[in-house]
């Protein structure tokens, strides 16, 4: 069975950073997309950040890019969300999510695309 946990949430200033953490287990995830979402108060879900476990192919959102990383660690099975330079639009609770068999062609960007996802952790950036 696969389970996603998240760590890594917490209040900061803006103009801080915060490193989310998500363990992943109960199966292999070569081929898999990961991805990290968000969902705000009255939003809806987004892909802030997604790679592709094997590497290589990433995805940020504009409102993200050169502030988020996406990495992963094969032996420990976790993929990270590095955010720096935190704005207090970035306030939301961040889910990790894996779609196990991914896309052949591209990161899958819909949240309605992923199979699994962990319960999310809560960031709070205050001005």
């Known amino acids: 069975q696969v389970q996603l946990v998240e760590s890594g949430g917490a209040s900061v200033q803006a103009g801080g950073s915060l490193r989310l953490s998500c363990a992943a287990s109960g199966r292999t995830f070569r081929g898999s997309d990961m991805g990290w979402f968000r969902q705000a108060p009255g939003k809806e879900r987004e892909c802030v950040a997604a790679?592709?476990?094997?590497?290589?192919?990433?995805y940020f959102a504009d409102s993200v890019k050169g502030r988020f990383t996406i990495s992963r660690d094969n032996a420990k099975n976790t993929v990270y969300l590095q955010m720096s330079s935190l704005k207090p639009e970035d306030t939301a609770v961040y889910y990790c999510a894996v779609s196990v068999s991914g896309n052949p062609f591209r990161i899958l960007l819909n949240f309605r695309d992923y199979d699994y996802w962990g319960r999310g952790t809560q960031v709070t950036v205050s001005s």
């Open positions: 790679m592709k476990w094997s590497g290589g192919t990433t």
